[in-house]
């Protein structure tokens, strides 16, 4: 089932399947990395600044501290002509099923510009011998874990809408996964996907910019979280401070200069790992979206 709203829930999270965390990292290299054309407002004024060998210090700092937290971290090749590739949270959403079997879904990409993105993830995923079939034709467009995020712990999914992802995905999902889905209505632009204004941290807590939903989706977030952080404006707005990415629940890594953020994430008891994306932020990505987490 799909949810949009608190009182249409006929489910608990306690009834929900525990999920143990992903344990695996994928990047992909970002020597193809430019912005190249505008499908999003950061990308406005950017085309063509983009210092390559410094997003390739930030794409390699930020590899070393998923290292250093005890991550394997699998590289994959970025691709000429594929300068959004580099977001590699974005061309699959990873699973591991209620049997224990791992598979992706293949996204299909809004912009035609990163459509071919998704064939090198699924060849990727395909090796490895994941189930990677897409979701079926009349789903417009479904982006991956840009829109798509596993409630931490638990055998649920957040589903955000209204810019990339067609709501029609979510019904694919929720047959195909089994998982109840709680979709999300997206209202500004700048926070175009789901994971630019939300970020779970652990199975009672998330850190969100409210501006980004409705009504609605601000009650779902806080029925099923009891603990909400809200990043101020500017932070959400221009360091992308909800794109951050805790992967172990206790520690937080996040765009340098979100101060207020990350006085906010210490004072709940989770540690905050700055590190600098600037070249990233020029597309309108920062931390979530530069890594995918799987089974
Ligand atoms: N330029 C990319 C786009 O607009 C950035 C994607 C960032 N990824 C993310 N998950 N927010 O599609």
Redesign the pocket.
């Known amino acids: 089932m799909v949810y949009s709203r608190v009182s249409a829930l006929d489910f608990t999270l306690g009834e929900c399947p525990k999920l143990p965390p992903p344990k695996r990292v994928l990047m992909t290299t970002p020597e193809h990395f430019e912005v190249a054309y505008v ?2 407002p950061h ?1 406005e004024g950017h085309i063509g600044a983009v210092d390559r060998d410094e997003a390739r210090r930030q794409w390699t700092a930020l590899r070393k501290t998923y290292l250093a937290l005890g991550f394997d971290v699998q590289v994959l090749e970025g691709r000429p002509g594929l300068p ?1 590739m580099v ?1 590699c ?2 061309q699959t959403l990873p699973y591991l099923d209620a049997d224990g079997r791992r598979g992706v879904v293949l996204s299909r990409m809004h ?1 035609p510009q ?1 459509r071919d993105e998704v064939a090198h993830f699924a060849t990727f995923f395909h090796d490895l011998g994941y189930d990677t079939r897409p979701l079926p034709e009349h789903v417009r467009a479904f ?1 991956g ?2 829109d798509a995020l596993w409630h931490p712990g638990r055998a649920l999914l957040w589903g955000g809408y209204g810019f990339r992802t067609d709501p029609q995905a979510y019904e694919a999902l929720t047959a195909r996964l089994g998982v109840p889905v709680l979709a999300l209505r997206l209202e500004d632009p700048d926070f ?2 789901l ?2 204004c939300l970020c779970v941290l652990d199975e009672t807590t998330a850190l969100i910019y409210p501006g980004a939903f409705d009504a609605d989706g601000l009650r779902l977030l806080a029925h099923f979280f009891p603990r909400l952080l809200e990043a101020p404006e500017d932070e959400a707005r221009r360091r992308l401070a909800c ?1 951050a990415h805790s992967p172990d629940g206790r520690r937080v890594i996040i765009q340098r200069g979100n101060a207020h953020t990350c006085r906010m994430l210490a004072e709940a008891g989770f540690t905050p790992l700055e590190v600098e994306t600037s070249e990233f932020l020029k ?3 920062s931390v ?2 530069m890594k995918l987490m799987f089974w």
Do not use: S, V
């Open positions: 499908i999003n990308m959004d977001f949270a974005n912009a990163r982006e874990m840009g175009y996907h994971d630019t794109n597309a309108g990505g979530f979206c």
